[in-house]
């Protein structure tokens, strides 16, 4: 007999510095059909005055995510990011624009947003593309990635 498996589910659960409700409706109002699902206040125990924000809930393209107000103490890296699989330049473009105003740009794909969260936005066929090391070279010389240079350097 076979032992019952059971599929846990995994919630990216991510730490901001007092600004967890902004960030929600930041990503909820950039991102198509994203909403908040919920919000935790302080009772007034812990280091939350009564009233405040401790969690809120909200969902990306399915993906459901937990907003903590945690403080100072843990700033977002590199080693974690998310990943925006675009259709075209356009999708590209408006991520682009929205997501890293306040912020920074970076390279290859990659910036940083005004909460300091990573990103990478990139086009949805982008490992058919880099697979070729022409289209490597390219990437690497970008900021915001170009799916016709890409496309361009792809082919043989």
């Not at 086009?123 to 890409?150: G, N, Q, T, Y």
């Amino acid at each position: 007999m076979a032992a019952a498996t059971r599929t846990a589910e995994i919630t990216p659960f991510l730490w901001f510095d007092g600004r967890a409700e902004e960030a929600a409706d930041f990503y909820t109002y950039i991102f198509p059909g994203a909403r908040k699902l919920d919000a935790m206040r302080s009772a007034g125990s812990g280091p939350w005055p009564e009233g405040t924000v401790v969690t809120v809930g909200f969902e990306i393209g399915g993906t459901c995510y937990t907003a903590f107000n945690g403080g100072p103490g843990f700033p977002f890296t590199q080693a974690f990011s998310l990943v925006v699989h675009c259709a075209d330049q356009t999708e590209i473009d408006y991520y682009w624009e929205k997501l890293s105003a306040g912020g920074a740009e970076i390279q290859c794909g990659w910036l940083k947003d005004k909460f300091g969260m990573h990103w990478q936005i990139v086009p949805e066929k982008i490992f058919d593309l880099i697979k070729h090391p022409k289209a490597m070279e390219a990437m690497m010389h970008m900021v915001k990635l170009d799916i016709a240079a890409l496309e361009s350097a792809a082919k043989p």
